[in-house]
T-cell receptor, first 109, second 114 residues
Framework: GQQVMQIPQYQHVQEGEDFTTYCNSS?????IQWYKQRPGGHPVFLIQ?????EVKKQKRLTFQFGEAKKNSSLHITATQTTDVGTYFC?????????FGTGTSLTVIP | DSGVTQTPKHLITATGQRVTLRCSPR?????VYWYQQSLDQGLQFLIQ???????AKGNILERFSAQQFPDLHSELNLSSLELGDSALYFC?????????????FGPGTRLTVT
């Protein structure tokens, strides 16, 4: 069954508001990757986190990997209409790679 | 454009039939991954090949098989198709064989089984 869950499943925000999606795994992950999939498009790699407690920033996006390496979050500051899409986390446990259930973000102009 | 190509873009077929999906990785990438994306199951990892050899296996049904050829392109074969196999099938590639490499996804093949 699904081992990597994301919440919320859907999020509607007003343009300019912040947005956060949370990724939770039932097992310890060796790494966590984040992907963005625009409507009708394919997943596009955003970033990878490897170390416990790691924080990385990309302009308005902040990514965190939990201390126990079982959870992660993606925070977007001051959303823009270009942020619309589904955000997936993905991580490795053993020799398996699991994608999270995804959070679909809608930005209302 | 990720550099990964997939053909065909769309495929409509009947239950019980067999189809082959094709993927060409980015130039220089040795790994190919196959994923199935459906509305109720999200993105499911099916199988990975690295330099012609199977590297990892996920939730791939016995009716499905894949291979990677010497020129590194890959094919995913789906047989005895069922309605539930209707989904978007993505291929991705990466330079290395582990799970620590950035994966580049192709545009996908949308399979409809009627």
């Amino acid at each position: 069954g699904q081992q990597v869950m994301q919440i919320p499943q859907y999020q509607h925000v007003q343009e300019g508001e912040d947005f956060t999606t949370y990724c939770n795994s039932s097992t310890t992950l060796s790494n966590i990757q984040w992907y963005k999939q625009r409507p009708g498009g394919h997943p596009v790699f955003l970033i990878q986190l490897v170390k416990s407690g790691e924080v990385k920033k990309q302009k308005r996006l902040t990514f965190q990997f939990g201390e126990a390496k079982k959870n992660s979050s993606l925070h977007i500051t001051a959303t823009q209409t270009t942020d619309v899409g589904t955000y997936f986390c993905a991580g490795r446990t053993g020799n398996q790679f699991y994608f999270g259930t995804g959070t679909s973000l809608t930005v209302i102009p | 454009d990720s550099g990964v190509t997939q053909t065909p873009k769309h495929l409509i077929t009947a239950t019980g039939q067999r189809v082959t999906l094709r993927c060409s990785p980015r130039s220089g990438d040795l790994s190919v991954y196959w994923y199935q994306q459906s509305l109720d199951q999200g993105l499911q990892f099916l199988i990975q090949y690295y330099n012609g050899e199977e590297r990892a296996k996920g939730n791939i049904l016995e009716r499905f098989s894949a291979q990677q050829f010497p020129d590194l392109h890959s094919e995913l074969n789906l047989s005895s198709l069922e309605l539930g196999d209707s989904a978007l099938y993505f291929c991705a590639s990466s330079v290395g064989g582990g799970w620590s490499y950035e994966q580049y996804f192709g545009p996908g093949t949308r399979l409809t089984v009627t």
